[in-house]
């Protein structure tokens, strides 16, 4: 197996990778929310989805792309169950980022199945695979939560933003935007701790008020 004790993540500037998602989403997305990230991947992309057993058991993730790119193995259990949808579909853009963001990686990291995969992870310098997947991850947010149309959610939202700090006007801004993640997260798809994210790392907070 290839040592990757030496492993150096590329180097991305967050702008870099939000470019290449809004490049992505504008190519696929077509403006549509929720992005239909499966039809993209099938469709678009060509890549098909295959359903594995015990998938996140083996290597804590809801889905993992193959070295040849071809297929996107997805957790079983996770897939089938709708509670489950938010966080499939955001681990199968976390897959997309890595496919778009590192491709000059992929074809070193050639592991023939799952079990090989986790071996192979497991030999990363932590520091350096923490950066890879913070990368998919930006890019998957990103993605997924198109910023302008986080922004129109936030302005949808102002009356109940507005009752919340007459109600409680010393809050703190961090409390407000959980409690107020929940609703729109379902425009999204995604899980409400995604959409407080995005709203925190976009510095978009203030828009409610506009």
Not at 31 to 51: H, K, R, W, Y
Not at 54 to 73: E, G, P, Q, R
Request: net charge negative; aromatic share 12%.
């Amino acid at each position: 197996m290839t040592d990757f004790s030496k492993f150096k993540a590329p180097f991305l500037t967050i702008e870099k990778i939000r470019e290449e998602a809004d490049l992505f989403y504008s190519t696929y997305g077509k403006g549509a929310v929720p992005v239909d990230i499966e039809g993209i991947i099938e469709f678009d992309l060509n890549i098909e989805l295959q359903t594995k057993q015990n998938l996140f058991s083996l290597c804590k993730a809801d889905a993992f792309l193959s070295s040849n790119c071809k297929k996107i193995y997805v957790d079983n259990e996770h897939f089938t169950k709708p509670k489950n949808l938010p966080y499939v579909r955001f681990s199968l853009a976390h897959e997309i980022g890595h496919l778009i963001l590192h491709k000059t990686l992929i074809p070193v990291i050639v592991p023939t199945n799952v079990e090989e995969w986790k071996n192979i992870v497991n030999s990363f310098p932590e520091r350096e695979y923490n950066f890879i997947e913070l990368h998919a991850n930006e890019f998957a947010g990103r993605l997924l939560v198109p910023r302008d149309a986080l922004i129109n959610e936030l302005k949808s939202n102002r009356e109940e933003i507005k009752k919340i700090y007459e109600v409680y006007p010393k809050i703190a801004d961090d409390i407000v935007i959980d409690q107020v993640a929940v609703p729109i997260c379902k425009t999204f798809q995604v899980s409400d701790d995604v959409i407080a994210r995005r709203i925190k790392f976009e510095e978009i907070w203030h828009f409610w008020k506009e």
